[in-house]
């Protein structure tokens, strides 16, 4: 039978990564915070899309207004009265909430091209340091694009497989495990793929560090689930992806994460 000093060494390596997992956000954003050009990059998705908002919104709300007084002067009612005011009051609200309610999606797709490089920009930060990736011609390039289809399929699937087991009395802890280690990966992946980490190398990795990276992942998931938060979130989750993967290895001066 293992004796309780044994289960305590075992357990406190295990819980200081689930901790260090579930904080990992809020040293990402302090790091962010602290750094320029970390700022910049990480902000700059999120400006380009409130301008393209404002403008689309703008063009959104002035051909719901024409809209609305073709259709008063169509049926020969009254422009400007009550009911046109309320219905043109109406019809710009609409158009802000729908704007509301997808900027977070919209961002995240212009935020695309610009994750990569702050994750680069975030290695010089990363504690040990990480490797700097060897340079490759047209082959290697292909081969990152092939091993970031292979990433992007494995998510998917990963993500189906959580949302059925989900419904399946029983395995609802396992379906939320399963879905923190999702959101974790598709962060982690970032660093990972520009040094030619493969899918399998990439998934060993969720299971050497397995506490460290459900921990990551379940805080993240709380912040993105947050209403008009998101495109906020998506940097902070990049950087910390980042950090992760540069310190779960351990190093001299830290053990590593379980």
Known sequence: MQSPVSRGSTWFPRSRSFWFGLTLPLRSARLILSRRDLLLWSMLPVALTLVLYVVVIAAAQDWAVTQM?????????????????????????????????????ASSIVASPFNDLLAE??????????????????????????????KSVAAAAAGILALLMSWIPGLNL????????????????YPQTRRGVALGEGLRF??????????????????FAVPFRGSFVLPIAVVGGTLLVARAPGSAAAAPLR
């Not at 975030?122 to 970031?148: K, N, T, W, Y």
């Not at 396992?174 to 992946?189: D, G, I, N, R």
């Open 69 to 105: 007084e073709t259709l008063f002067q169509s049926r020969g009612w009254e422009t400007g009265g009550f009911s046109h005011t309320l219905l043109s009051w109406l019809g710009r609200l609409l158009v802000i909430l729908a704007g509301a309610l997808t900027f977070t999606f």
């Open 121 to 150: 920009k975030a290695e010089r930060f990363a504690e040990p340091p990480l490797s700097i990736p060897p340079a490759g011609g047209l082959s290697r390039q292909l081969r990152l694009v092939v091993i970031d289809l292979a």
């Open 174 to 189: 396992v379906a939320f495990a399963l879905a923190f280690l999702l959101v974790c990966f598709q962060f982690t992946s």
């Open 206 to 223: 969720l299971a050497r560090h397995f506490f460290a990276c459900v921990g990551h992942g379940a805080t993240l998931t709380v912040l």
